[in-house]
């Protein structure tokens, strides 16, 4: 076996990362062999010569992997597998056993291991067993990341400093009874972050309710809004509680506010001061106990200064303020959005294995995202529908248009004395290439996903240009 530990790998693969490995045998020539085998590939082998040693080192360090013998004097490799899941779920334990004790490593496997090595074994298996080990670890990591990103308290999905930012504010401003505005883009979620305030607030037992205040006329609006008594206008059939009414207890979303028409600014104004309803047609006044959170793409103190919109209510309104930064400011949440994006598309079509690609996330993190999150919607939807296989492709997510407009018109050019077409189509594409580096800070595989090519054909075009190509 130690022939067997000493040969000389024949599947070389790229050095890895530096992962921690305990190594556990009571046997220290195949220990220490194994030890040399993993530092000569770049881990970080750390060896144990029994379950009592191995414990300690869990106790006091945390390891990526370990690789433990089955059947040693001072106990058993599965008091190991234990001692390692206690501290960390995550990592990966390979059980060495002989013929004899196969079925207990099988029942090593049932507790968490994730494989068993048959002595005698050859050093690729054992780095090819540890490979695979290591990937799942990272896959699972990942994997509760994303989870954690996507359903932590707010459901705000995102990892970068400006969404745990305003996670953060979200969680503060929740179990107030002040007003918030939320401004943004569009696209951004608006809505979204106002379901987060109302479901970590203590009224999340109660009514939510969505008000578009740009969708209807405004003496419907203020019907809508306040409620009307039977026969107050022509049309009103029956009385209508209003939405502050139905939202009593809980959270009013009044989306669009700047679209709201200035006389009915005046009658929500007093609603916020008075906590009182009349409808339409009533003597009465009625109590609600209402959350208003608003929300508008627009700069209303633009238009506060232009006169149209009331400055006693974007005061009232804006109590709180919640500003959503754009997609594009922040780059690296575009793969955990398309991530969780695939998922909820890929389930309601019932392709729920489906992937997406290195290069097309690539494309998808170069893109300006001038629609915010529901313009990256938008593309995975369609990746989810037009993807042949399992997999997302760049040309899924943006299919090249036929008899597209896009092309070069060659008005300018003037063929009376002969044209050289081909190197006005190289300069074409060289300066196309240099375009696409400037956008991407140099950055050739984001330049390759920015022109919706891969990366391999983007460095062949760009060596016809480029000398040390």
């Not at 390692?84 to 390979?94: L, P, Y």
């Not at 379901?195 to 009514?207: F, I, T, V, Y």
């Not at 690539?362 to 313009?375: I, M, Q, T």
Request: net charge negative; proline share 3%; charged share 30%.
């Amino acid at each position: 076996m130690a022939q067997a530990l000493a040969e000389q790998d024949s599947s070389e693969r790229s050095a890895v990362s530096g992962e921690k490995i305990l190594v556990v045998d009571d046997e220290s020539g195949i220990r220490n062999l194994l030890q040399v085998l993993l530092r000569r590939r770049g881990y970080q082998p750390i060896g144990a010569s029994g379950v009592n040693e191995a414990r300690k080192a869990i106790e006091e360090d945390s390891f990526d992997a370990i690789i433990t013998d089955l059947m040693m004097p001072d106990g058993s490799g599965l008091d190991v597998l234990e001692a390692a899941k206690e501290r960390d779920a995550s990592t990966q334990v390979i059980v060495i056993t002989a013929f004899t004790t196969t079925e207990r490593a099988v029942e090593a496997m049932r507790q968490g291991a994730y494989d068993f090595l048959v002595k005698p074994f050859k050093n690729d298996v054992v780095l090819a067993t540890l490979e695979k080990a290591l990937d799942r670890r990272s896959l699972e990591r990942e994997n509760r990341s994303l989870k954690e990103a996507v359903h932590g308290t707010t459901n705000i999905i995102g990892t970068s400093a400006p969404m745990q930012a305003l996670r953060s504010l979200i969680e503060r401003a929740a179990p107030a009874q002040a007003s918030v505005l939320i401004t943004g883009e569009s696209g951004t979620g608006k809505e979204l972050v106002a379901r987060a305030l109302h479901d970590a607030s203590d009224r999340n037992d109660a009514p939510f309710i969505v008000v578009n205040c740009g969708a209807l006329p405004a003496n419907l609006m203020e019907s809508e809004l306040f409620g009307h008594e039977k026969g107050s206008f022509t049309g009103a059939d029956s009385k209508k509680e209003g939405l502050f009414r139905s939202a009593d207890g809980g959270t009013l979303f009044l989306d669009e506010i700047g679209e709201l028409d200035l006389a009915l600014q005046v009658k929500l104004l007093r609603v916020l001061q008075e906590r009182k309803v009349r409808p339409i047609g009533s003597s009465h006044e009625s109590d609600v106990n209402v959350r208003v959170v608003a929300a508008t793409n627009r700069d209303l103190e633009d238009e506060v200064s232009a006169g149209t919109f009331r400055e006693d209510l974007f005061y009232r309104l804006n109590v709180i303020r919640v500003l959503i930064p754009p997609l594009r400011e922040r780059p690296g949440d575009v793969r955990v959005l398309a991530q969780h994006l695939l998922r909820k598309h890929a389930a309601r079509v019932g392709r729920s294995g489906m992937t997406i690609s290195e290069d097309a996330l690539a494309w998808l993190v170069a893109r300006p995202f001038k629609g915010n999150v529901r313009e990256l919607e938008n593309l995975v939807e369609r990746g989810v529908a037009l993807a042949r296989e399992d997999r997302i492709e760049i040309e899924d997510l943006e299919p090249q248009e036929t008899g597209s407009t896009k092309a070069f018109a060659p008005t300018t050019i003037d063929l009376s004395s002969g044209f050289d077409l081909d190197a006005h189509l190289a300069e074409i594409e060289r300066s196309v290439l240099m375009r696409a580096l400037e956008e991407t800070g140099g950055v050739r595989k984001r330049a390759a996903a920015l022109l919706q090519m891969s990366f391999r054909s983007f460095r062949y075009r760009l060596a016809k240009y480029v000398e040390d190509e």
